[in-house]
């Protein structure tokens, strides 16, 4: 299993960064691929970026360009840089843990954290 706490959400011009982090805990984690979803209220759950065991990345429209995620195995935490941020990525952001190797599609994750807001005012 898999235990996640995400941290560093808060409020950020646009325009402005912001760096997420995803604390780990359980023996899992190391052979677990990692994302980060995103999510508003009465919208669905967002796929933003995606990174596996070895650090292969896949990233969703919304981030390209403009996230990059990474992880460090050691540690255990995985971590999502944003910058040049706009309004429109204002939602909660969720850490997300899968034993699939490179999915975006959530329905394949097994394990979430509690979420992290990030607001972007204008």
């Known amino acids: 299993q898999v235990q996640l706490v995400e941290s560093g959400g808060g409020l950020v011009q646009a325009g402005g960064s912001l760096r997420l982090s995803c604390a780990a805990s359980?023996?899992?984690?190391?052979?677990?691929?990692m994302a980060w979803f995103r999510q508003t209220p009465g919208k669905e759950r967002e796929f933003v970026v995606g990174?596996?065991?070895?650090?292969?990345?896949w990233y969703g429209e919304s981030a390209k360009g403009r996230f990059s995620i990474s992880r460090d195995n050691a540690k255990m935490m995985v971590y999502l840089e944003m910058s040049s941020l706009k309004p429109e990525d204002t939602a909660t952001y969720y850490c997300?843990?899968?034993?699939?190797?490179?999915?975006?599609?959530?329905?394949?994750?097994?394990?979430w954290g509690p979420g992290t807001q990030v607001t972007v005012s204008s």
């Open positions: 990174i596996g065991r070895t650090g292969g990345t």
């Open positions: 359980g023996r899992s984690f190391t052979s677990a691929a």
């Open positions: 997300a843990a899968s034993r699939y190797p490179s999915s975006s599609d959530e329905q394949h994750y097994d394990y």
